[in-house]
């Protein structure tokens, strides 16, 4: 009778906990490749993005999201760990070396770098990625597609996933189709387009998963980082609108990624968990091509202005997101670490050691603290940045700054460096303590 009583007692135990780990929303992390801030149907009419613009009207849009290292590799560290790049000596992307895409030197190099500063090719282990904070929230994490941070001792599997898919060495593809990559990475598909594979893997893995604990999957596309190849289908249908052939390309690549996220929320609510995950929609930095109004992009010196460092970002959390709404609240992608965190063990996680904050405070109707936000990069003169509310000051090597109001002039036409403004002095300060706390020092 006694062991009976027991035996009930601990039923009941993990019933209990079943229940407490369903009623915790799993997430979904869609993080796109050199998508433009600009590039966006709500934004620009030459983009058709139907079901990104539906999330926007259902979510929250951070529409003064920021990257701090706006780059491949450290984009996606920063995402990972809450942390700015620099801070994981990781200024640059990471290079692949050998030809299999590995590397046997922890550092890569850049003689064009005006600093010669070296830049880790690897994540370290140590680091602890939201993946490892929500597995101690009792999540089951999946990786999907694009990694950039190590080969294969630095997989995501050894970061804290659980599983992977589509993920190898390469920081971008040698084509959409087969074969994809250098290697034998995705080797068994014939006529297939790469993001559709990767969307394939994802509705696949909503459709089949069946734990009891809550879910976080990342999906992390190749998409839109060249080489641009368009779906053929797509880019016949923008071809047909009369679009130039680059113009037609380009926006099937983006279209590819809107229908693709539009399969997995219709996943969500075919397998009834719609209301119950939430789903976040971040880009790892601004485009290749125009980012107009914005001013800068990808390439052309300019990566720290407005069009290469702010990006998309839409998150909708059921229930809690006021549809529709938007705060224009400066942020970084630092920030998703805490949000996820926050929301997976409902406010007691207190993240340490991290620059990141909990965006909850926005999400519920409220007003973040003020804080400076900061930028380092290591691939030519422009290298250093401080957004402090309206206010950005970019710092050059050669000695030169710009000042830029980019509320009142979002093209960041009008530098008023040297104009007297009391805010240039301010800044420059803060950004050299900055530098002095954040910035590794080398022996050359």
Not at 14 to 33: H, I, R, T, Y
Not at 66 to 79: D, E, I, K
Request: glycine share 8%; with cysteine.
């Amino acid at each position: 009778m006694k062991s009976k009583f027991v035996f009930t007692i601990i039923i009941n135990i993990l019933v209990f906990s079943n229940l407490a780990a369903q009623s915790k929303p799993n997430f979904v992390l869609v993080f796109v490749d050199d998508w433009g801030w600009s590039d966006l149907g709500y934004r620009n009419d030459k983009f058709l993005t139907p079901n990104i613009d539906q999330l926007k009207k259902d979510g929250m849009e951070f529409t003064r999201a920021y990257v701090p290292t706006p780059t491949c590799s450290p984009s996606r560290a920063s995402l990972l760990t809450g942390k700015e790049a620099i801070r994981l000596e990781m200024p640059r992307h990471i290079e692949q070396k050998n030809k299999d895409g590995t590397n046997d030197e922890k550092y890569n190099y850049w003689k064009t770098d005006p600093a010669h500063m070296p830049s880790i090719n690897w994540l370290p282990l140590e680091e602890v990625t939201y993946a490892e904070v929500l597995k101690g929230q009792g999540y089951y994490n999946m990786f999907i597609g694009k990694w950039h941070l190590g080969h294969q001792p630095y997989y995501p599997i050894y970061q804290g996933f659980d599983d992977m898919f589509g993920t190898g060495n390469w920081g971008h593809p040698k084509s959409y189709y087969p074969d994809f990559f250098k290697d034998d990475l995705l080797e068994d598909y014939t006529n297939e387009y790469l993001t559709d594979v990767l969307t394939d893997k994802a509705v696949d893995f909503i459709d089949q998963y069946d734990r009891e604990q809550p879910f976080m999957m990342s999906l992390w596309y190749y998409n839109v980082h060249s080489p641009h190849v368009g779906r053929k289908d797509l880019v016949n249908k923008f071809l047909n609108k009369g679009y130039s052939q680059e113009d037609a390309v380009y926006a099937a690549m983006v279209a590819s990624v809107d229908e693709s996220l539009g399969r997995i929320r219709t996943e969500l609510k075919n397998k009834g968990i719609e209301k119950n995950t939430v789903v976040l929609l971040i880009s790892d930095q601004g485009g290749f091509y125009s980012n107009a109004p914005l001013s800068g992009g990808k390439i052309g010196g300019n990566t720290l202005g407005e069009g290469g460092a702010r990006v998309p970002f839409i998150i909708y959390y059921p229930g809690v997101t006021t549809p529709g709404s938007e705060s224009d609240t400066p942020i970084q992608t630092i920030d998703v670490l805490p949000t996820i965190a926050e929301i997976a063990s409902k406010g007691n996680y207190k993240p340490h050691g991290i620059q990141g904050v909990s965006l909850m405070p926005e999400i519920d109707g409220e007003k973040l603290k003020s804080r400076d936000l900061f930028f380092y990069r290591s691939y030519e003169d422009q290298y250093a940045a401080i957004m402090s509310g309206a206010w950005k000051l970019i710092k050059y090597r050669s000695g030169s700054f710009k000042l830029f109001n980019v509320v009142t002039d979002i093209s960041e036409k009008n530098n008023l460096i040297g104009k007297g403004l009391a805010i240039e002095k301010k800044l420059k300060r803060k950004l050299e303590k900055w530098e002095k706390r954040a910035v590794p020092v080398y022996d050359h």
